[in-house]
């Protein structure tokens, strides 16, 4: 039997994935024969990174990249390659153990005004480590743990004391009252809890009470806390609403017990238990909380906003409106995020993420047989006449291979890691020196350079089966047939939208402690627009080539929303990208001028200065002032194919499925498909990718999480259902 050609189109995390799972197949050789097409000299899609030689052959990324500890399929998935890969003990990044490393400290900015206040959290952690062993909670899972972290909340602050003290016993029966709710249909066992000596303890034997009930059951239980705490939260409003602004810690403990309260009642009110998470995706996020009473502090917090910040949710890059994301996709996302984290919230790649992911990924394909060509820039996707079948793929040859060589060495050695350059590798291509010469980005869509040939590859000659990882914003440049013919994608790319992003790094001669940042080591967000998210990356800077006299001691990233320029030009206007890029360095400047005091005041220029003394940033080619600014890396990611992701409300639905593309021979992988998740991830490309390679080889593949809502949070039986929904109707 004659193998299957398959044509993976783009080199991000879902098409590496749909690779990676399809080669770990053991008869794949005898099944498949895979190429992958990327443009330009690198893997990675939006998660592609650099090394510069000609700075000290520092990271340059997209923005910041962190790995959440609930990914499992992409933990998964990398621990296989690292252990195939089996780098010797010594070498850098021997194990994925050595390439990801845990972190718990998180700080958000609370805009109170006219000031920012520094909340700092240092989540828990555990010996547990992502990617390994089960997984699968449900949203009554959520919900219980929810109240335990509430119940942690409350005892932790004078809150307490409110329910002990005399001037409040009416409102300390009220959990009593609502204990008896339970009663009836649990009988006066549940009345014990009413006989507590405090508040917190009668709740917390309550929740714990709920594990030993069937989870139909729990919903019940449950539905008398969320009341108890509803008065709870109204009555410390109430008496301490003068002092929210002065009082950090009341403040604080009031937005998470009443962002802990509105979800759990939206989750039981909404019937969420039962309908799955997203019923509730044509709401807001921010509205959806509204809707179930959240007070005007927690729709205003740090903690809210920081979302939207996390996932660039402002439509056209534009912070000065609301951001907007579905609540349903928010709401499961969060509580994945918080309360299903292995190991700590957070866990950071030891280099870039090209050098961390994407090199392990392209040394343990290549070695499988999979079959890469660089350089490959697809320019259009064709139909046969009957629409059945992507029949033609059109693909620009950027670049040829000088005489003698067999394919394009990608890595370069940076202290014994290989990594992938910020530039192409000149010394392999025939054009090489021109390329050099005119500083050709390859990886533009603006780019005025010109293909040195072009190829059609054909179905049935060239292929036989394609996986599209190219992301969202590029279709309606590379897929304008399939647009046409299924009105599916129409649908898709109109609803689904996309934005702009951008970064900035910064390498500074003082340490942490010298900046003025008392804190440890943090990775921050919520703060002033549009570099509102802040990473201290400074463990990577060992990963670089710095000399002594022009050592950084700090290594601060930003990134943020970009403001789409308006109009976007046609690619036909080539100085496009560096006006873009000029835009973000003047926005940098400002920002740094106006915020840089809060977060670092020992680097501004002294008293009441907010300002960056740009003295303190590395230049070892001796610029002066603002020139040493410009010697940091600013990345504007305006391209369609690097244009994030959004989870808008209403949007998730006309996402496709990576197995149902509309096509018989395409499948799709990337987090733009419909993967549970939904939202512009890892984790969501990875399941995509994984989905993909399902569809495509038929063979059932583990998919930690089950992100399929439909399967996962329908519950086993039709009478569960039925009571379920007068339980939390009634709650």
């Known amino acids: 039997m004659r193998r299957k050609r398959i044509a993976i189109l783009g080199g991000g995390v879902g098409a590496i994935t749909a690779a990676f799972e399809l080669t770990s197949q053991n008869d794949w050789q005898t099944r498949y024969e895979i190429t992958l097409y990327q443009m330009g000299h690198r893997l990675g899609g939006k998660g592609a990174s650099g090394r510069n030689a000609l700075h ?3 990271i340059e990324e997209h923005g910041l990249h962190i790995w959440l500890g609930f990914y499992e399929n992409a933990f998964r998935a990398m621990r296989a390659c690292y252990e195939e890969l ?17 972190h718990s400290f998180i700080t958000l900015q609370e805009d109170l005004g006219d000031r920012f206040a520094t909340w700092n959290i240092d989540f828990a952690t555990d010996g547990s480590v992502p990617g390994v062993g089960g997984y699968g909670p449900t949203p009554i899972d959520f919900v219980v743990r929810i109240l335990e972290i509430l119940i942690e909340v409350i005892s932790g602050t004078n809150l307490e004391l409110i329910y002990q003290s005399s001037a409040h016993k ?30 917190v303890q009668a709740l917390l034997d309550l929740v714990r009470e709920t594990a030993t009930v069937p989870e139909h059951l729990r919903a019940k239980l449950l539905s008398p806390v969320s009341t108890a705490l509803d008065h709870l939260v109204q009555r410390v409003f109430e008496d301490f609403e003068r002092s929210l602004v002065s009082d950090d810690d009341l403040r604080r403990a009031i937005i998470l017990l009443d962002l802990g309260r509105v979800v759990i009642r939206g989750i039981l009110r909404d019937r969420l238990i039962v309908r799955g998470f997203s019923a509730i995706n044509d709401e807001d996020f921010t509205d959806w909380l509204a809707r179930h009473g959240a007070l005007s502090i927690t729709l205003r917090s740090a903690v809210v906003r920081a979302w939207y910040d996390l996932v660039f949710g402002y439509p056209e890059g534009d912070t000065n409106r609301p951001g907007r994301c579905e609540a349903g996709t928010t709401l499961a996302a969060m509580m994945r995020m918080a309360l299903t984290y292995k190991g700590a919230i957070f866990w950071e790649m030891q280099a870039g993420m090209g050098d961390t992911i994407f090199g392990p990924y392209y040394e343990v394909l290549s070695r499988r047989g999979v079959r890469f060509e660089f350089f490959h820039k697809v320019e259009n996707l064709g139909l046969s006449p ?24 990608p890595l370069v050695d940076v202290k014994g890691l290989p990594c992938w350059p910020s530039h192409p ?19 533009s869509s603006w780019s005025d350079w010109e293909p040195v040939a072009r190829k059609s590859l054909k179905r049935g000659v060239d292929f036989d089966e394609v996986i599209l990882g190219i992301s969202l914003g590029a279709l309606p440049y590379v897929a304008p047939e399939l647009i046409a013919a299924r009105k599916e994608w129409r649908d898709m790319v109109e609803h689904v939208k996309t934005v702009q992003t951008l970064a900035m790094q910064l390498w500074l001669r003082p340490d942490r402690e010298g900046l003025g940042w008392t804190y440890p080591r943090t990775v921050m967000t919520a703060y002033a627009d549009p570099y509102n998210t802040w990473a201290d990356m400074t463990h990577l800077v060992e990963r670089e080539c710095w000399p002594n006299d022009h050592y950084p001691f700090s290594l601060a990233y930003f990134c943020g929303p970009m403001p789409d320029a308006e109009p976007i030009p046609p690619f036909s206007d080539h100085g496009f990208p560096e006006r873009e890029r000029e835009r973000i360095i003047r926005m940098a400047e400002e920002w740094l001028n106006l915020y840089t005091g809060h977060l670092w005041p020992y680097a501004t220029g002294g008293g009441s200065s907010t300002r960056l003394d740009y003295d303190h940033l590395v230049d070892p080619s001796g610029g002066v002032g603002a020139e040493r600014l410009r010697a940091q890396f600013f990345r504007a990611n305006i391209d369609p194919t690097e244009r994030y992701v959004l989870s808008v409300p209403g949007s998730s639905k006309f996402r496709l499925h990576p197995g149902r593309s509309g096509f018989e021979n395409l499948f799709l992988a990337g987090d733009w498909t419909q993967c549970g998740i939904n939202a512009g991830c890892v984790e969501g490309a990875t399941i995509s990718g994984l ?11 583990l998919i930690e999480g089950n992100y399929d809502l439909e399967r996962v949070f329908s519950p086993s039986a039709e009478a569960e259902v039925t009571e379920t929904e007068e339980i939390a109707a009634a709650g």
């Open 691 to 701: 989905l993909c390679a399902e569809s495509l080889s038929g063979r059932r593949v």
């Open 86 to 102: 089996n780098r010797p003990k010594t070498a850098p990044l021997a194990t994925i153990d050595q390439a990801f490393k845990p």
């Open 425 to 443: 590798l000149y010394d392999q291509l025939e054009q090489g020196e021109e390329l050099r010469a005119r500083g050709v980005d390859l990886e």
């Open 170 to 199: 009416g409102e300390r029966s009220l959990l009593g009252r609502a204990l008896e709710q339970a009663g009836v249909a649990f009988g006066k066992n549940a009345l014990r809890f009413a006989s507590r000596s405090t508040f």
């Open 386 to 409: 009957d629409q059945r079948y992507v029949d033609t793929i059109d693909v620009a040859v950027q670049a040829t291979l000088k005489p003698g060589l067999s394919r394009y060495e």
């Open 56 to 58: 000290q052959q520092r």
